[in-house]
C-alpha cells in the first residue's frame, strides 16, 4: 500500500473556495478510482488556510492513475493549484491499522 500524505497551506482567504473544490472532486475522481483505498482530507479549525490530505492506493499504478485523472487534471492540478501557496508530498508506509 502507498500513503501519501500532503498538508497544504493556501492562500489567505481560500479556505471556503479550496473545500469547495475538494467537496467536488471527491466523487468525480477518488469515488471512481478502483485502486484508492482511502481519500481524507482534513481541516484544522485552528488553522485557517490550511488542509491535510491523506490518501491511501493500492500501488503506484493506482496513484498514478489518480493523478493522470481528467477530474484531477481538471479539479486539483487546475483549480485547486491555484489556491495554495504549497504543498509538501510525503510518502508513508502503513505499520499498523486496526
Not at 483505498?37 to 479549525?45: A, C, G, K, N, Q
Amino acid at each position: 500500500m502507498l500513503i501519501k500524505v500532503f498538508p497544504i497551506e493556501l492562500k489567505p482567504g481560500n479556505q471556503a473556495a479550496a473545500e469547495a473544490i475538494v467537496q467536488e472532486f471527491a466523487p468525480k475522481g477518488p469515488a471512481q478510482e478502483p485502486g484508492l483505498r482511502s481519500f481524507r482530507v482534513y481541516r484544522d479549525p485552528a488553522r485557517p488556510d490550511y488542509l491535510l490530505f491523506v490518501e491511501h492506493f493500492a500501488d503506484q499504478a493506482a496513484y498514478d492513475a489518480h493523478t493522470g485523472s481528467a477530474a484531477y487534471k481538471e479539479l486539483i492540478a487546475g483549480q485547486f493549484a491555484d489556491l495554495i501557496v504549497e504543498f509538501v508530498e510525503i510518502d508513508h508506509e502503513l505499520l499498523v491499522s486496526l
